[in-house]
Antibody, heavy 120, light 107 residues
Framework: EVQLVESGGGLVQPGGSLRLSCAASGFTFSSYEMNWVRQAPGKGLEWVSYISSSGSTIYYADSVKGRFTISRDNAKNSLYLQMNSLRAEDTAVYYCAREGYDSSGYFDYWGQGTLVTVSS | AIWMTQSPSLLSASTGDRVTISCRMS??????LAWYQQKPGKAPELLIYAASTLQSGVPSRFSGSGSGTDFTLTISCLQSEDFATYYC?????????FGQGTKVEIK
């Protein structure tokens, strides 16, 4: 069974940093592209970042470029999101999402999400 | 970036109704479109990809159509478990983008 479990969310002050993790199991993690998607309270879905299966190709949304860093450790079956210079507008539930087979671009499995709250 | 206009934002319907949700792109994306269902407090779930391919395990009352710039999600006979919010998503190019969402509520 495919499982994605996020952790690392919490309350952080504006300007602070946080590192999210996503532990993957039930599939060959190193064969799949991964993404982070977020959802502000009561709002819609916003794609945040993409990383290829090898980690060699990375993309970011303009709203987080230069502040967030996506990475992965295929030996540990884990995906990460380092978030720096956090702003109030980064407050959201952050989901890790697996892309479908063969670099499809749609998201076939999602984690349960971890809440990040940026507030003083 | 490719902009998406999803409509309506709110849809009031009754069990057994046929409902249709539209997603229009700012430029052509071939068939690189997915549809998701999200229930309160839960992660989104994939319903349809490649505009019209049903994800494994998704009931056949869900269907998708369209290509290029105009796409449609249809629920042929609304069930109680279908009251939720639906999102379209394009994966033709980066940045990936989602529609604004359509909440299907009980009439």
């Amino acid at each position: 069974e495919v499982q994605l479990v996020e952790s690392g969310g919490g309350l952080v002050q504006p300007g602070g940093s946080l590192r999210l993790s996503c532990a993957a199991s039930g599939f060959t993690f190193s064969s799949y592209e991964m993404n982070w998607v977020r959802q502000a309270p009561g709002k819609g879905l916003e794609w945040v970042s993409y990383i290829s299966s090898s980690g060699s190709t990375i993309y970011y949304a303009d709203s987080v470029k230069g502040r967030f860093t996506i990475s992965r450790d295929n030996a540990k079956n884990s995906l990460y999101l380092q978030m720096n210079s956090l702003r109030a507008e980064d407050t959201a539930v952050y989901y890790c999402a697996r892309e479908g087979y063969d670099s499809s671009g749609y998201f076939d499995y999602w984690g349960q999400g971890t809440l990040v709250t940026v507030s003083s | 970036a490719i902009w998406m206009t999803q409509s309506p934002s709110l849809l009031s319907a009754s069990t057994g109704d046929r409902v249709t949700i539209s997603c229009r792109m700012s430029q052509g994306i071939s068939s690189y479109l997915a549809w998701y269902q999200q229930k309160p407090g839960k992660a989104p779930e994939l319903l349809i990809y490649a505009a019209s391919t049903l994800q494994s395990g998704v009931p056949s009352r869900f269907s998708g159509s369209g290509s290029g710039t105009d796409f449609t999600l249809t629920i042929s006979c609304l069930q109680s478990e279908d009251f939720a919010t639906y999102y379209c998503q394009q994966y033709y190019s980066f940045p990936r983008t989602f529609g604004q969402g359509t909440k299907v509520e009980i009439k």
